[in-house]
């Protein structure tokens, strides 16, 4: 009987517990120690992006960009329906409605025609998702929010060192959020960052993630205390997760090598397979720079969908479907709205299927992955 191959296995860094070991022997535990500064500043120089607060979810990142936004009741922000539900709460929690809009099924990421379609004057904000870590088209996105005057937030949950020409994601919006989930590329078990591009932002935001008070200025020595500022919560990361996550920052393009590996080999041994049966694959444009997050085949319909899973486990394979869009959820019907309905989202949704991808999985078996989709008739 061979071993399962699981769909997704958490990267493990060499340094990860003898950081550990730093941060215990160490009188420094909470958030905002020297594994935080640390880890910060490589995300920084990875992303471009002039200043990175890591959180303890790419979700509590999300919630800082909304309240960062001053959302409120009666505003709107537009975002994909295929997303995860984060981005939508974010929105939801400070009083907005979330206006589901649909994709590009060549991509899974936002159809901007649809974005530019759905401004009204009660539109203060998109919200972005890299989908697979394949860039959105931001020039689209950047050029709609500019002439409406309306904030770009890119959910780079899967883009991290994604690029799109020289343009690195997470810098085009005026905030981004990052995702450091055991199921990303790049981890700390649970983390995630908010990304600050406009500077304006930057002093607000320190305090909105130190439960509302200017307790970082008092720590850099601008104020004599510390006190109640505004709104906010306790959203630092632990400096026992910085301390994982500095060391998996510190091998990132070895990560990022072994998953382009897995991806590349899932591209060049699935292409004839998926052109017999006139399936789709997901497609490497030459002209972005992905993130090999994920790698996807897209079925005739639903029933491919669950006979090639369910093929798959048989064999011991773990593949999995993604998200069921945001506007057909129950929360979505209640809390949000569309401008009609949103068929590409629901046909990619219920027709994808996703082949486990990470670092650490061998050419053995990848080759066996490969060999069991082959093998599905």
């Known amino acids: 009987m061979l071993d399962e191959i699981v769909f997704s296995r958490p990267y493990r860094s060499s340094d990860e517990l003898a950081n550990l070991d730093a941060v215990l022997r160490s009188d420094h535990s909470h958030g905002d120690g020297p594994f935080t500064a640390s880890a910060s500043a490589r995300l920084t120089d990875l992303t471009g992006a002039p200043h990175a607060l890591l959180t303890t979810s790419c979700t509590h990142a999300l919630d800082m960009a909304s309240i960062l936004l001053d959302l409120g009741p009666g505003d709107e922000v537009i975002l994909p329906s295929f997303t995860f539900s984060s981005a939508a709460t974010a929105v939801v929690l400070r009083g907005a409605t979330p206006v589901f809009v649909d994709i590009d099924e060549s991509t899974g990421n936002i159809d901007p025609e649809q974005v530019a379609e759905a401004i009204t004057p009660r539109t203060r904000a998109v919200t972005v998702m890299h989908y697979g870590g394949v860039p959105v088209d931001l020039d ?9 005057g309306i904030a770009l937030v890119e959910d780079n949950a899967h883009g991290l060192g994604g690029r799109d020409g020289s343009r690195m994601l997470g810098t085009a ?21 908010l990304l600050i ?92 720079q992905h993130t090999a997050h994920l790698f996807y085949v897209v079925m005739q319909d639903h029933d491919g ?11 011991g394979i773990r593949a999995a479907f993604h998200y069921v869009p945001l506007d057909s959820s129950p929360a979505g019907q209640r809390f949000g709205r569309t401008l009609r309905p949103l068929e590409r989202s629901a046909a990619f949704s219920s027709r994808l299927v996703r082949l486990p991808l990470w670092a650490g999985l061998s050419d053995a078996q990848t080759e066996r992955v490969v060999e069991a989709v082959r093998s599905f008739r």
Not at 260 to 286: F, K
Request: contains cysteine; proline residues 1%.
């Open 173 to 193: 919006g005026v905030l981004a959020t990052q995702s450091f989930h055991d199921t990303k590329n790049v981890h700390c078990g649970e983390g995630g960052a």
């Open 197 to 288: 591009n406009d500077d304006s932002l930057l002093e607000r935001a320190e305090i909105v993630r130190e439960k509302g008070t200017n307790r970082a200025r008092f720590l850099r020595g601008a104020v004599d205390k510390y006190t109640w500022q505004d709104v906010g919560s306790s959203y630092l990361l632990s400096e026992l997760n910085a301390a994982v996550l500095d060391s998996q920052l510190a091998e990132f393009e070895t990560i990022q090598a072994a998953r382009h590996r897995v991806w590349d080999a899932y591209a060049d041994g699935l292409a004839e397979w998926a052109d017999d049966r006139d399936l789709r694959l997901m497609s490497d444009d030459p002209t972005l």
């Open 305 to 315: 969908q669950t006979a090639l899973i369910d093929h798959l486990r048989g064999l």
């Open 140 to 148: 689209a996105m950047i050029r709609i929010t500019t002439d409406a």
